[in-house]
């Protein structure tokens, strides 16, 4: 059985709502975390035997905050142990990407769910203290600290 069909029935196993492109190999879903609403874009290879997520938020980062954005990833992505945020410079995309190699193995459906699951809870841990450094007065340092206090 193809990754895409292990990965459609999976979903469709555990009740979720989402839209397919079998040729391109994409599966979109909408997640609502605790604070906000996420759009994960599920990535089959089935040549390279890999499952990559980008989860995405509807924000865009502003032009005159992209830097400090940056600031807060690096300090954010260097405690991460799986997934890292990622943002397009030229139109201020953001991403919290996280990504499953399957050579030569078969993926087990909590495998697959954590991979979708760890892009949205990742994400949905530093959701405030991205907000509160584009919206706020907060620096990259006081947003990515304000995210680690409860963890």
């Avoid at 459609?8 to 391109?24: A, M, P, R, T, V």
């Avoid at 605790?34 to 989860?55: A, G, K, R």
């Avoid at 499953?100 to 991979?115: E, G, T, W, Y």
Wanted: proline share 3%; aromatic share 12%; charged share 25%.
């Amino acid at each position: 059985m193809s990754l895409f069909r292990l990965l459609y029935e999976i979903l469709s196993q555990n009740g979720w709502e989402f839209d397919f492109d079998d040729k391109n190999g994409i599966i979109k879903l909408e997640i609502s975390g605790i604070n906000t609403d996420f759009y994960s874009f599920l990535l089959v290879d089935e040549e390279q035997e890999s499952l990559l997520c980008n989860t995405h938020i509807k924000q865009r980062i502003p032009p005159s905050k992209r830097l400090e954005v940056c600031d807060f990833m690096c300090r954010v992505n260097y405690e991460l142990v799986n997934g890292n945020l990622e943002m397009d410079m030229d139109n201020g995309e953001i991403r919290y990407r996280t990504y499953l190699d399957l050579a030569d193995a078969h993926p087990s459906q909590d495998q697959i769910l954590n991979v979708i699951w760890n892009g949205v809870v990742g994400f949905d841990t530093y959701y405030p203290g991205l907000m509160k450094l584009i919206y706020g007065d907060y620096t990259a340092e006081e947003a990515a600290a304000f995210c680690s206090e409860d963890i």
